[in-house]
């Protein structure tokens, strides 16, 4: 086999590790969505839809391992190349986390069904949703150029999220304390709440990972963080 030829081959592999994760996150990014609109229209079709979809994400992730182990046991790639196929590895495993908070917050539309949302509460989910969808969209098309600056740039913006989960953390709280009926839903909202914050520090992680894909180092730092709820009791699933 031609030296030309090996390297053709190793080409089309490392392009389908890039294409399955352009993908992953298409679908990823979509379930999110769907799962918040689903949240605040009561939609429980669409809450099933989303659900079932998780079997399509976890699915790509494993060819993407799949496909990554058997590059680097055939190729045994170096230093960039090496970094570019364990970084596929890396950003499966935070969008298929991403659709699985998806999931999650499509499940609680059946616990909040009926109960009607209040749409000062909606817009305060819409708006969080938006921010880290907004993140998530970015770092899939820093993915694409492997812009190590711009990566830096989405890292720092972790804490803007984290200021708006907290504020709709505190005033759910309010809610709750202010009518004891509103406990039910405005912890389901809580947790729906936390996990599109989480999604955004998936966002993070990517943007962090590309960072490292394209210079070899990890950005300086810390993250910035704007989360306070720690201070009156952070929920967690």
Same mark, same amino acid.
């Given at each position: 086999?031609?030296s030309?030829h090996?390297i053709?081959?190793?080409d089309?592999?490392l =392009?389908? !590790?890039?294409?399955?994760?352009s ?20 939609d429980l079709a669409?809450?099933?839809k ?5 079997a399509?994400l976890?699915d ?6 799949e496909r990554?182990?058997?590059?680097i046991?055939?190729r045994?790639?170096?230093?960039a190349?090496?970094r570019?196929?364990?970084?596929s590895?890396r950003?499966?495993?935070?969008l298929?986390?991403v659709? %699985?908070l998806g ?11 009926g109960?009607?949302l209040?749409?000062q509460?909606?817009?305060? !989910?819409?708006?969080?949703a938006?921010?880290? !969808?907004?993140?998530l969209?970015?770092?899939l098309?820093?993915?694409a150029?492997r ?5 830096n740039?989405?890292r720092?913006r %972790?804490?803007e999220?984290d200021?708006?989960?907290?504020s !709709?953390?505190r005033?759910?709280l ?8 509103n406990?039910?839903p ?7 709440a =936390?996990n ?8 993070t992680n990517i943007?962090?990972?590309i960072f490292?894909? =394209?210079?070899?180092a990890?950005?300086e730092?810390?993250?910035? =963080?704007d %989360?306070t ?6 929920v967690?699933?």
């Amino acid at each position: 086999m031609s030296s030309t030829h090996i390297i053709s081959v190793y080409d089309e592999e490392l =392009k389908y !590790l890039t294409r399955r994760i352009s993908e992953m996150g298409g679908i990823a990014e979509q379930m999110v969505a769907d799962s918040v609109r689903a949240l605040v229209n009561s939609d429980l079709a669409l809450a099933q839809k989303v659900i079932s979809e998780d079997a399509i994400l976890d699915d790509a992730e494993r060819q993407i391992n799949e496909r990554a182990i058997i590059t680097i046991a055939k190729r045994q790639p170096m230093a960039a190349d090496l970094r570019e196929i364990m970084g596929s590895i890396r950003i499966a495993a935070d969008l298929e986390r991403v659709g %699985d908070l998806g999931k999650n917050n499509a499940k609680r539309v059946i616990a909040v069904h009926g109960n009607g949302l209040p749409r000062q509460l909606a817009r305060g !989910l819409e708006h969080l949703a938006e921010l880290a !969808l907004m993140q998530l969209k970015d770092v899939l098309d820093v993915y694409a150029s492997r812009s190590a600056e711009r990566a830096n740039a989405i890292r720092e913006r %972790d804490g803007e999220i984290d200021a708006i989960y907290t504020s !709709l953390f505190r005033e759910l709280l309010t809610y709750m304390m202010e009518d004891p009926r509103n406990i039910t839903p405005c912890t389901h909202l809580l947790f729906c709440a =936390k996990n599109i914050e989480r999604i955004g520090d998936h966002a993070t992680n990517i943007a962090e990972t590309i960072f490292y894909m =394209k210079t070899g180092a990890q950005p300086e730092g810390e993250r910035t =963080k704007d %989360d306070t709820t720690t201070s009156v009791g952070a929920v967690t699933e």
